[in-house]
Nanobody, 124 residues
Framework: QVQPVESGGGLVQAGDSLRLSCAASTPVFSNYAMGWFRQAPGKEREFVAA????????IYADSVKGRFTVSRDNARNSVYLQMNSLKPEDTAVYSC?????????????????WGQGTQVTVSS
């Protein structure tokens, strides 16, 4: 079983950068595609970014494309989300998730394991 644990959230100002990390306890991290999702108060969870098992393939939501970068370090069992040029509308709880079956996917139901999330708040 995989237990992702996110870290790196916080309170920043618009235009600032933040880097989220997600560490997963599993002997073979490279078996899992990883995704980032977010949920703002009163809104549904939405896809942010995903990365394939060994990292060559990535996909982003249109709302973050060009500002966010997803990467992974399989030797450290970790995936990262570098967030630049943050906007107030990026405020949400960010969660990472692991998928065993899919190479990388934007669909939340395709992920098997989820972290608890980390709060990101962007002030204007």
């Amino acid at each position: 079983q995989v237990q992702p644990v996110e870290s790196g959230g916080g309170l920043v100002q618009a235009g600032d950068s933040l880097r989220l990390s997600c560490a997963a306890s599993t002997p073979v991290f490279s078996n899992y595609a990883m995704g980032w999702f977010r949920q703002a108060p009163g809104k549904e969870r939405e896809f942010v970014a995903a990365i394939s098992r060994t990292g060559p393939n990535t996909i982003y939501a249109d709302s973050v494309k060009g500002r966010f970068t997803v990467s992974r370090d399989n030797a450290r069992n970790s995936v990262y989300l570098q967030m630049n040029s943050l906007k107030p509308e990026d405020t949400a709880v960010y969660s990472c998730a692991a998928s065993l079956k899919y190479s990388y996917t934007v669909i939340a139901d395709n992920y098997d394991y989820w972290g608890q999330g980390t709060q990101v708040t962007v002030s204007s």
